[in-house]
């Protein structure tokens, strides 16, 4: 049987949320295909796979923590679904909820997650204070130094490598056509989107498109960067850029610790997620180097230097792994996702640190199934009215 002429769904971008969007399309009774020419390589390859809305919280970014909180709520039930579509087991994915343990060493950072503490709690958050002694009864390992920190309850995290190979087994058995070239052009009729001309020639026709490209959503970005789609209407694509992340993955027989620890140190911030394999994810810097997706050797001493602050026996654990992703970074730090103009077109994109978190809210507002509060928050048009 060959590949149909025309989809219901065509997502342009195999990473965590394109594929996200097209398993809930295929879910919905959609036929759906995904266009990328190296799914699940990119910034969802890098990333930690921390859920953590609360941890996260910043008094400016309200609207994202709303984002977050209910995409943490979805969840459960996405890594049980996907999962079952997937054929493997309900823990295969390395979802689990421990909370995120937020430590401090000195007291301007004690002060800071208070405020933080005091804002959450407000918010009707649990974000529960803890002394230094509390900290080490609940993660041994840490530091002496520690002198406080807070535990952000609710806050889970996931292993992001098993949620897109899971994803794509499930895609395939949903029937989901996964097309592994670039997309070269959007293809228009009467002032509507009708589908994409990929690299490799021809015309995949499909109702509607989301391009959710990820820190490539913006067009082109100099070198480094692939070529632009052409036939985007003038002012369509937001103001997207890359974000390098660097970051490293260390092993030991087993877990060293329960659940994620983050701290300040030396003013930058500094993560550990645990897995349940023993493997310890390190990350990340935060660079605006546009494209560039080199693993440095400063980078990655940045790294150890900071967690060995938190956790004085990392520099003993064996290093697996060490890459470089490229967040989508926005003005706002909210995502753009929706109708971008022409009727056809929607956008997927613009996720920052947060593309694993708001993964299945990002599925469910494509499938027009959420909040349509949330969804005007996310709104691509934000910044087509400020133009």
């Not at 990333?47 to 609207?63: F, I």
Request: aromatic content about 4%; charged content about 20%.
């Amino acid at each position: 049987m060959g590949m149909p002429q025309r989809f219901d769904l065509l997502v342009v971008g195999g990473g965590v949320i394109g594929l996200s969007v097209a398993w809930r399309a295929a879910r919905g009774g959609l036929r759906a295909a995904v266009m990328d020419p190296a799914p699940a390589s990119g910034a969802s390859h890098a990333a930690a796979g921390m859920l953590a809305p609360v941890s996260e919280v910043a008094y400016t970014e309200e609207p994202l923590l709303r984002l977050g909180l209910a995409s943490l709520d979805r969840w459960p039930s996405f890594a049980a679904e996907l999962a079952a579509d997937a054929g493997r087991e309900a823990g295969d994915l390395d979802y689990r909820e421990g909370g995120t343990l937020d430590v401090a060493f000195g007291a301007d950072d004690m002060a800071a997650l208070e405020e933080i503490a005091a804002f959450a709690t407000g918010l009707g958050l649990p974000a529960r204070r803890l002394t230094g002694r509390e900290c080490r009864r609940l993660e041994p390992m840490l530091a002496p130094s520690v002198r406080g920190g807070m535990l952000a309850e609710r806050d889970a995290w996931v292993d992001p490598r098993k949620v897109t190979a899971a994803l794509l087994t499930a895609l395939e058995r949903r029937g989901v056509t996964l097309l592994r070239t670039r997309a070269a052009a959007l293809e228009t009729s009467a002032g509507r989107v009708t589908g994409v001309r990929p690299a490799t020639g021809g015309t995949v026709g499909a109702d509607r498109v989301v391009l959710a490209t990820g820190a490539w959503s913006g067009g082109p970005g100099g070198a480094g960067a692939p070529a632009a789609i052409e036939g985007l209407p003038p002012g369509i694509l937001p103001p997207v850029r890359p974000v390098k992340g660097q970051i490293m993955r260390l092993r030991s027989p087993e877990p060293i610790l329960g659940r994620c620890v983050r701290g300040t140190v030396h003013g930058s911030h500094v993560y550990l997620v645990p897995r349940a394999d023993g493997e310890l994810v390190v990350g990340a810097t935060q660079e605006e180097m546009g494209f560039d997706t080199r693993v440095t050797a400063g980078g990655l001493w940045e790294l150890l230097r900071d967690a060995r602050e938190l956790l004085p026996g990392v520099t003993e654990l064996e290093l697996s792994d060490a890459v470089a992703g490229l967040r989508p970074g926005t003005p706002d730090n909210l995502p753009v996702i929706g109708p971008a103009g022409p009727p056809g077109l929607w956008l997927a994109t613009g996720h920052h640190r947060n593309g694993v978190l708001l993964a299945p809210l990002t599925a469910d507002l494509c499938a027009g199934d959420g909040d349509p509060g949330l969804l005007k928050i996310c709104s691509p048009l934000r910044f087509q009215e400020h133009r």
